[in-house]
């Protein structure tokens, strides 16, 4: 298990998280989503014990990355968006690497190489962008590390091979395996990922399942925008809705639309998720009591709950 406590860092006087708290649970593909320069690459680096903590603490498995404990690291690996590599043959690269992870196999990294129908017997230099990418991917999956952070892993890729990045990931998801995925190409990879973690800034502004996610909000596409939606955004034949979960419905979740819904109305969003919170009024006991709703809004003449 990876833990987060009360997170404190920066980049001189430039804040990036100020105090926050996560935990990220075994056997989970999580998606860390938030705009560009909110931190997503700076907690992977921390996570990995690439950077320190200027405050709070992170452990995994009762470990401080920053130690950089052998044994740790021989559970972990950490694939930067631009990975800089020596210029020599993949498949050598690769066996280099695969030294240092007990639970390497190469023929399983062949095996994904192939399916991405990327060469490995060449040098580095020899392949495009798009091909790096996803030789990288391929040894990173086939490390078979307890912990696997991948930064913006669809950056680069074709339609057919994010088709593939999408079920190798999925393939290599278990209950021995932990995978963060740090991206902005939300619809790469909607598929695979859950739980869902959104920062924003300093702060985090979500951190819930799809299971929890649908049980708090509804996701309806009609043709014309529903003026009772608590969100709605303009898709192809209309929009989608997102109305509150009074009902116990059941819809599949827009993570896209869910994102853009969170950065527009952060306050409105953020009370949705707070435990109090009651779908069939649109309130939250705290707001019922201060007999107001949003802030701004006129209160209610007879607030009750």
Not at 21 to 45: H, I, M, W
Not at 113 to 126: G, I, L
Not at 265 to 282: M, N, P, Q, T, V
């Amino acid at each position: 298990m990876i833990s987060i406590e009360n997170l404190q860092f920066g980049y001189g006087k430039q804040t990036v998280f100020s105090d926050i708290s996560l935990t990220f649970l075994e056997g989970q593909t999580y998606g860390l989503l938030g705009r560009n320069g909110v931190g997503k690459t700076t907690l992977l680096k921390l996570l990995s014990g690439l950077q320190e903590p200027k405050e709070g603490k992170i452990e995994i498995d009762g470990m401080n990355p920053w130690k950089r404990n052998p044994n740790m690291y021989a559970e972990m690996y950490f694939l930067e968006e631009n990975a800089i590599i020596p210029n020599v043959r993949i498949n050598d690269y690769a066996k280099s690497i695969g030294d240092f992870y007990p639970h390497f196999d190469y023929a399983e990294f062949l095996e994904i190489a192939n399916n991405f129908e990327t060469s490995v017997d060449v040098k580095y230099s020899a392949l495009s962008s798009g091909q790096r990418k996803k030789a990288l991917i391929s040894l990173a999956l086939a490390l078979n590390t307890k912990y696997l952070f991948l930064d913006e892993p669809s950056n680069s890729l074709d339609i057919p091979s994010k088709l593939q990045l999408r079920k190798s990931i999925a393939a290599h998801s278990s209950e021995g395996h932990t995978v963060i995925i740090s991206t902005h190409q939300v619809r790469d990879l909607e598929d695979v990922i859950d739980p869902i973690v959104i920062l924003d800034k300093d702060s985090v502004l979500l951190d819930a399942s799809l299971a929890e996610i649908s049980k708090k909000i509804t996701f309806n596409y009609d043709p014309t925008e529903n003026k009772d939606a608590l969100y709605s955004e303009p898709v192809l034949g209309g929009y989608v809705n997102l109305l509150s979960n009074a009902g116990n419905y059941e819809s599949n979740v827009n993570i896209e639309a869910l994102f853009d819904a969170f950065h527009t109305k952060k306050e409105l969003f953020r009370a949705i998720f707070r435990d109090d919170y009651d779908a069939s009024c649109g309130k939250s006991r705290e707001q019922y009591a201060a007999g107001r709703t949003e802030p701004g809004e006129e209160p209610d003449a007879d607030p009750q709950f």
